[in-house]
T-cell receptor
Framework: AAGVIQSPRHLIKEKRETATLKCYPIPRHDTVYWYQQGPGQDPQFLISFYEKMQSDKGSIPDRFSAQQFSDYHSELNMSSLELGDSALYFC????????????FGQGTRLTVV | GENVEQHPSTLSVQEGDSAVIKCTYSDSASNYFPWYKQELGKGPQLIIDIRSNVGEKKDQRIAVTLNKTAKHFSLHITETQPEDSAVYFCAASTSMYSGGGADGLTFGKGTHLIIQP
C-alpha cells in the first residue's frame, strides 16, 4: 500500500540558511500534519492542513511556514535556521472525510551546522 | 493545553510475557487515543487506537483500554516477541470524528520496550 512520502530524507544546512521539506500524503488523503522530533524525544505537533487550509497550529516557530497545495502535497519552509532546529521532521496524513487515523512518513532528518 | 504522561519510560520483559504501558491525560475534551510504535530511524507506526465512546479494543496480541473517568488508557501486548522491541508512544487528541478538525496529537514521552530472548 502507498505510504506518506517525504523528501529529502536527509538534509544538512548551515545556520541562517533556509530549508524546504516536502510531503506527499497517501492517495485520497486530504489532511496533512507536520511534527518535529528531537533526539530521544516525543514528536511535537507543528501545524496541520485540511483541504488546503490551515486547520490547527502547535508549537511552530514564526521562522517556519507551511502550506498545502491543490494536489494535497505540503511543504514546510524553514528560514533563519538555528542549531536547535536539528531534528527529525515527520509528516502524517489522514482522510478527514472518513476516519481520522494519521499515518506517518519516514521523516526528514535535518542537521543544522 | 493537553498534557499526556506515559509510564514506564523503559520496560524490559521476557519473550512470551505480557507488557503493559500506561498513559494519563489532562484534557477532558480529548476523545481519540492512538498508540504508535517507532523503530530506530523510522516514522511512528499506528498500531491501535481507541475512541472515547469505547472502553476496550483488541487486535490480535494488542489491546487498549480506556477509563474516561480516571483519564487514563493503557496498551497491553501479550505473548511478546523480539520484533515487539521498539519505542511506543501514546497520544491524545480532540478529533474523534471526521470533520472535527485536523487537531494535532499530543504525545507521551515514550516507552522503550525491550524484549529479552
Amino acid at each position: 500500500a502507498a505510504g506518506v512520502i517525504q523528501s529529502p530524507r536527509h538534509l544538512i544546512k548551515e545556520k541562517r540558511e533556509t530549508a524546504t521539506l516536502k510531503c506527499y500524503p497517501i492517495p485520497r488523503h486530504d489532511t496533512v500534519y507536520w511534527y518535529q522530533q528531537g533526539p530521544g524525544q516525543d514528536p511535537q505537533f507543528l501545524i496541520s492542513f485540511y483541504e488546503k487550509m490551515q486547520s490547527d497550529k502547535g508549537s511552530i516557530p514564526d521562522r517556519f511556514s507551511a502550506q498545502q497545495f491543490s494536489d494535497y502535497h505540503s511543504e514546510l519552509n524553514m528560514s533563519s535556521l538555528e542549531l536547535g532546529d536539528s531534528a527529525l521532521y515527520f509528516c502524517a496524513s489522514s482522510l478527514e472525510g472518513g476516519t481520522i487515523e494519521a499515518f506517518f512518513g519516514q521523516g526528514t532528518r535535518l542537521t543544522v551546522v | 493545553g493537553e498534557n499526556v504522561e506515559q509510564h514506564p519510560s523503559t520496560l524490559s520483559v521476557q519473550e512470551g510475557d505480557s507488557a503493559v504501558i500506561k498513559c494519563t491525560y489532562s484534557d477532558s475534551a480529548s476523545n481519540y487515543f492512538p498508540w504508535y510504535k517507532q523503530e530506530l530511524g523510522k516514522g511512528p507506526q499506528l498500531i491501535i487506537d481507541i475512541r472515547s465512546n469505547v472502553g476496550e479494543k483488541k487486535d490480535q496480541r494488542i489491546a487498549v483500554t480506556l477509563n474516561k473517568t480516571a483519564k487514563h488508557f493503557s496498551l497491553h501486548i501479550t505473548e511478546t516477541q523480539p520484533e515487539d522491541s521498539a519505542v511506543y508512544f501514546c497520544a491524545a487528541s480532540t478529533s474523534m470524528y471526521s470533520g472535527g478538525g485536523a487537531d494535532g496529537l499530543t504525545f507521551g514521552k515514550g516507552t522503550h520496550l525491550i524484549i529479552q530472548p
